[in-house]
């Protein structure tokens, strides 16, 4: 018996489901969506009354958006539906957004919507949608943000989903009944993911890999069998471990050992906050995450080479470790006075999240000194840690070491002062000053009439840290790529474009639909009016029409494709100290 064709089959059933005349005028996308009316079987706002047969197109039906008379948009959140999901909506072609949040949907998900390759942004939160999620959703190659969260979903959590390529914004998961473990391979998920699988039936361990080290212990809260890191619940396998008999290696009953120390390295316990944070950066969300750490302390010419921690071999001697494996905590300032437990112990306030690692505010309670903080005193002491992120474990000791005395040798205003680091193999920590100045976005577009003043200070300081791909240069949004000191020069650029033009830089409607660096581009290279782009807060203070017109060149080689041809940041901070003279 041959085998009909999806869209013949769905077609067919369009219109016998549908009861529609052979004759009707409407369009395919438009049959498709009257499925979906005949599969709520509760309307009570009469949201879906204007969706008629009789009409040409469901262009100007409610919740609908199309683009050359197709269907792009189908969003019908919080109207107290119920029914199902009909496959036929994978029959909308052009479909880039379909939102069908907080409703009472029931079934499973139809594995053919997924026929809808366009999609981009997929909610169906809040339903009553069980099953398990679809294998064939990997065929989404567009998609960039997903929402199942708060349904009856169940099985296992697809291992495929980091197949999911252009994934960047949402992928929530939770408030499900998933079960089994996290998959490896959602370590792959790019940094600026947003993670959420919380209170489901998930076990076994946190899979420390990938952009999966950067979520804290928020993303997996409410599964009581998961454990290990960020998690406050040792794992079974790691219960009684012991190295060797030494008073020093106490038998505690929840051990937690570091990732590929199992049997070798033996910590010591306590609770953990790992901290980290930028300069730019606003408090998001309290966590407080506890880890189990069992170590034997060595100070090595102490006085002379400042604190100095490490995680030591056995005492049988049967392990050899090299240095970067063993775990250093280096003290830069002779004024810091907190040791590497204190940090590890401090509530910690996640306050962003970067490629480059997770952004923490620590705070170390009060009366202990140090830090800044000064013997004596009852306040706290505040520090930022920034926890690098996997993408940086390829640093040797040596290159690492060269990196932050380089950091620690800078004084600016603009940049936070380096007060230690930790180094391991598979852990960096780097310890400075919390300087409260709120979010880079804040100081961009909160207030916009200090731009000007307080661009030729940030063009010496100025590290950007953003959880965004629009500050990325082009060159390091390939994975595995390397930072250079070209790709902050490229990130600069984006910020002055900002400065001068009061714009978001990414591809919104104020931008036409491009990316600001796209725009500004365009407009010089097609000799359009300054006055299109430039911030209009800024008019009145601008005097010297020349000076603008030079940053805007400044910023444009900064964000030049080749990064040969991108100047040096000396070369641009020279050239906005010279336009500032004349």
């Known amino acids: 018996m041959a085998v009909i064709p999806f869209k013949v089959t769905a077609c067919l059933i369009l219109f016998t489901f549908t009861n529609l005349p052979i004759l009707s005028s409407l369009n395919t996308d438009g ?107 990997v065929s989404l190659e567009a998609l960039t943000h997903l929402d199942l969260s708060s349904n009856c979903l169940n099985g296992s959590l697809p291992a495929s989903l980091n197949k999911l390529k252009s994934l960047t914004g949402t992928l929530n998961l939770s408030y499900n009944s998933f079960s089994g473990e996290i998959p490896g391979s959602y370590g792959f998920f790019p940094v600026m993911v947003s993670l ?36 406050q619940t040792a794992c079974p396998e790691a219960v009684n471990i012991t190295v060797s008999d030494s008073p020093e290696n106490p038998k505690d009953p929840n051990p937690v050992l570091f990732p590929g120390s199992v049997g070798k390295v033996k910590v010591k316990t306590g609770s953990v906050a790992v901290p980290l944070i ?59 006075n907190l040791e590497l437990e204190d940090l590890l112990r401090a509530s910690a ?16 309670g009060g009366g202990g000194g140090g830090g800044g903080g000064g013997s004596g005193t009852a306040m706290p002491t505040v520090v930022a840690v920034r926890r690098l992120s996997e993408g940086d474990a390829t640093w040797k000791l040596k ?28 852990e960096k920590l780097l310890v400075s000053d919390f300087i409260r100045n709120g979010s880079l976005y804040s100081a961009l577009h909160a207030s916009k009439k200090q731009y000007l003043n307080q661009t030729i200070s940030s063009a010496m300081g100025l590290k950007i840290s953003a959880p965004s791909n629009i500050y990325l240069a082009p060159e390091a949004r390939v994975s595995g790529s390397k930072f250079s000191q070209k790709c902050d020069v490229y990130s600069f650029g984006i910020v002055l474009m900002e400065l001068l033009t009061g714009r978001l830089p990414g591809a919104g409607s104020e931008n036409d639909g ?35 017109i030079a940053v805007f060149h400044i910023s444009l080689n900064c964000t030049e494709l080749d990064p040969e041809l991108r100047p040096r940041m000396r070369t641009v901070s020279e050239s906005l100290d010279r336009i500032k003279l004349h």
Not at 202 to 212: A, E, I, N, W, Y
Not at 349 to 364: A, C, D, F, L
């Open 349 to 364: 306030y996640v306050v962003g999240k970067s490629r480059s690692g997770i952004v923490y505010k620590v705070v170390v």
């Open 31 to 137: 049959l498709a969506l009257l499925a979906l009316k005949a599969a709520i079987t509760t309307d009570p706002t009469d949201t879906l009354a204007s969706w008629s047969e009789t009409d040409p197109t469901p262009c100007h039906w409610h919740g609908i958006t199309c683009i050359n008379d197709r269907v792009t948009s189908l969003s019908l959140p919080d109207k107290n539906f119920t029914g199902y999901i009909p496959f036929e909506l994978g029959l909308l072609g052009s479909l880039a957004q379909l939102t069908l949040s907080r409703n009472n949907f029931s079934k499973s998900i139809p594995s053919h919507l997924f026929n809808a390759t366009t999609l981009r942004f997929l909610d169906l939160s809040h339903n009553s949608l069980s099953g398990p999620i679809p294998a064939n959703i």
């Open 399 to 426: 290159e690492f070491e060269s990196e932050v005395e380089a950091i620690e040798r800078v004084h600016h205003p603009n940049i936070a002062r380096l007060r230690a680091y930790y180094f391991a193999h598979d």
């Open 278 to 336: 930028s300069g730019f950066s606003v408090v998001i969300g309290v966590v407080t995450v506890s880890v189990w750490l069992y170590r034997k302390k060595r100070r090595a010419d102490e006085g002379k080479m400042g604190k100095e921690e490490k995680i030591e071999k056995g005492d049988n001697n049967e392990v050899t470790f090299n240095e970067e494996q063993k775990g250093k905590f280096v003290v830069m300032d002779e004024g810091f």
């Open 514 to 548: 491009e990316g600001l660096e796209s725009l500004v581009r365009k407009v010089f290279q097609e000799e359009r009016p300054l006055s299109e782009i430039i911030d209009p807060a800024l008019l009145s203070e601008v005097h010297a029409k020349k000076q603008v």
């Open 196 to 231: 959420d699988l919380r209170h489901n039936n998930l076990s076994g361990k946190v899979p420390l890999f990938g952009s999966l080290v950067n979520q804290g212990p928020t993303a997996f809260a409410g599964n009581p069998s998961l454990c290990g890191f960020p998690l």
